[in-house]
């Protein structure tokens, strides 16, 4: 078990760091028609795109391409980590929070 | 759920190396990658949203800027006759011909560039020449050139950009500032203008009142060990008392201003904006402008800058934009900002002159927001969206990345500023052709509709490898595609003549 764990840490280690096309211009955009989604989508154009376009590696990794739970995702943005700020309840309430992260789970290219 | 072993494995590699992907990773910009010409043309290799189809118009072109149509609807593409990594040629204003090839119509001396944009009106081309100083040149039809404007604080790291013709029958135009970000420094020397003209600096439009803020450098003008002391908005080497009034004056570093068509002193429209690299005006009447946003490099690098897409009410009161001291609204002293291996940015403006607006949309850093457009038909599609392109990262030069970014077209939806991509290679990743070992797009920069509104143009610089000696452009590498409908384009392949 802990050689598989380890293996799948030096996956995660490349994966993580690598980039990840969400499918191209032929690819349907992302539907997104509720006003939570619409809210979702502009915290990421607003505070999360310019450093990880559209969800692929840019200046940061690639965000589309990871199998993570959603509170790990929350606890990232919340508290940020290496290069990355952290976003306070001041700049970014509980129910923002919640709608950016289902909003990146749709970027997601498919594990 | 069951959490399996990949999920914790994920997580912990997620935890572990989020942290560590940007410091620990090479750069991997889009031109860190190896050439060898010829450059291949294959428009299978692009993808565009289902229902258009590309094709290539024109091959062969030398550093190309602008696409232009004249009254009759002919097409013209403005060759700079310089490119970043110092390379001059002879800047040109060539004519597509319907039965192949092209015409000269116009040509700069050599040394005199680049020319970086051009617009048609009632007759006549209006092309902005970055040389130092800027001009703004009316170019006939016949090819006779004449000058309309100078004294642009041009030649620096950006240049005089984006003529457009107002309505008001203003022509519009843009300076980019001099430095990255106030402060001249080793990065300019490298860029290979500070040995040739070690007094330019940025001039401010207005007033402005500078901190404290001196910047040590190595001085590679006095040789090996020498320092420098520079204070923002002055020369090279030159530091500055505390609290100091630097001047403003029109023209000036970082605007967007606009002069009378038959020449004339130019008039402020709007200040604070970095590299405005080209401007058009929306359906709804307001001035649009692109903005490339902050480097890391220099005496004052800024992290984590977004090139930007700006709304410029040409109405109302003159408004600043940020630079050198907010980025996309923020202030750089924010969060975000400061580079992994050096001090957070402070501000060089003892005050501000407003709260800088937020802007329309925000891409990707490193991206290089250059020419824009906006779908004004219905059988083009997408109508009242802007198509953007982006010429991509120059990385390493202006900072690390960790991929490609930038090197597509984009459309924008003007009321929410969110972005889809347009036009782009086919592959895993969003890289130029020659990053990917394919035959699609180089470095888009320039898209305009043709005067129907049927089919976008989209100008390819051509390949630009770069490293950490700078970029490395290939003369005769550019492309004119375009894209339309399927049906509705054509799809001739013509081929410039050498």
């Known amino acids: 078990m802990k050689r598989l764990l380890l293996a799948a840490a030096l996956a995660a280690l490349v994966a993580s760091c690598s980039s990840a096309r969400r499918g191209g211009p032929a690819a349907p955009d992302v539907e997104v028609d509720t006003r939570k989604e619409l809210l979702g989508r502009r915290l990421f154009d607003e505070n999360c795109h310019r450093c990880h376009p559209g969800g692929e590696a840019g200046l940061a990794p690639a965000i589309n391409n990871k199998p993570l739970p959603a509170e790990l995702i929350r606890r990232q943005i919340r508290h940020g980590h290496g290069a990355m700020p952290g976003f306070t309840v001041e700049q970014m309430s509980e129910k923002e929070l919640d709608a950016l992260v289902e909003y990146v789970f749709t970027l997601r290219r498919g594990d | 759920m069951a959490v399996s072993a990949r999920h914790v494995g994920f997580a912990l590699g997620w935890v572990a190396l ?66 970043y990594g110092e390379v001059f040629t002879q800047p040109r204003l060539l004519r597509l011909e319907s039965s192949g090839g092209t015409t000269v119509v116009a040509t700069g001396e050599k040394g005199t560039g680049p020319w970086t944009g051009a617009a048609f009106h009632e007759g006549n081309f209006y092309v902005t020449d970055g040389g130092n100083p800027g001009r703004i040149l009316r170019i006939a039809k016949s090819g006779r050139i004449d000058v309309v404007a100078s004294g642009m604080p041009s030649r620096g790291d950006h240049h005089t950009n984006a003529p457009v013709v107002g309505p008001d029958g203003m022509l519009y135009f843009t300076q980019g500032t001099i430095t990255n970000s106030g402060v001249v420094g080793t990065d300019n020397y490298d860029f290979g203008w500070l040995e040739r003209h070690p007094a330019l600096h940025d001039v401010p439009c207005r007033d402005i009142r500078v901190t404290t803020a001196i910047f040590e450098s190595d001085n590679p003008l006095s040789g090996e060990g020498a320092r420098a002391f520079t204070a923002p908005f002055m020369p090279f080497g030159v530091s ?15 605007a967007v201003m606009r002069v009378r068509l038959e020449g004339g002193k130019p008039e402020l429209v709007a200040w604070g904006l970095r590299n405005p690299f080209s401007m058009r005006f929306g359906p709804d009447g307001k001035l649009y402008v692109s903005e490339n946003g902050f480097d890391v490099r220099g005496s004052r690098p800024v992290f984590g800058a977004s090139d930007n897409l700006w709304s410029v009410d040409v109405h109302g009161p003159v408004r600043w934009f940020g630079w050198p001291d907010f980025s996309g609204g923020l202030p750089v002293t924010g969060p975000g900002f400061k580079p992994p291996r050096g001090p957070r940015p402070a501000f060089i403006l003892a005050e501000h002159p407003e709260q800088p607006p937020l802007p329309v949309a925000q891409f990707g850093v490193h991206s290089s927001v250059t020419g824009f457009d906006f779908s004004t038909s219905d059988a083009f599609g997408l109508k009242g969206e802007a198509f953007v392109a982006l010429f991509g990262d120059m990385a390493p030069d202006v900072g690390k990345v960790i991929a490609p970014v930038g090197f597509r077209v984009m459309r924008v939806d003007l009321k929410t500023g969110h972005l889809e991509e347009f036009m782009t290679n086919k592959g895993d990743k969003t890289a130029p052709a020659s990053y990917l070992g394919r035959a699609g797009i180089e470095r888009p920069i320039d898209v305009k509709f043709d005067p129907r509104g049927e089919t976008l143009y989209v100008l390819d610089f051509g390949v630009m490898p770069v490293d950490g000696e700078g970029p490395h452009p290939y003369p005769k590498t550019g492309v004119l595609w375009k894209v339309g409908k399927k049906g509705a384009a054509s799809l001739a392949h013509e081929e410039v003549q050498p």
């Open chain 2, 18 to 83: 989020m942290s560590g992907c940007f410091t620990v990773l090479p750069s991997q910009g889009g031109g860190q990658t190896e050439f060898r010409p010829p450059r291949k043309i294959d428009v299978a290799d692009i993808a565009v949203p289902g229902g258009y189809e590309v094709a290539a118009v024109t091959i062969g072109l030398t550093y190309p800027t602008a696409v232009v149509f004249d009254d009759a609807g002919r097409t013209y593409v403005l060759e700079a006759g310089y490119a």
């Open chain 2, 240 to 254: 500055a008392p505390a609290d100091h009034v630097v001047r403003g004056s029109v023209p000036c570093s970082g």
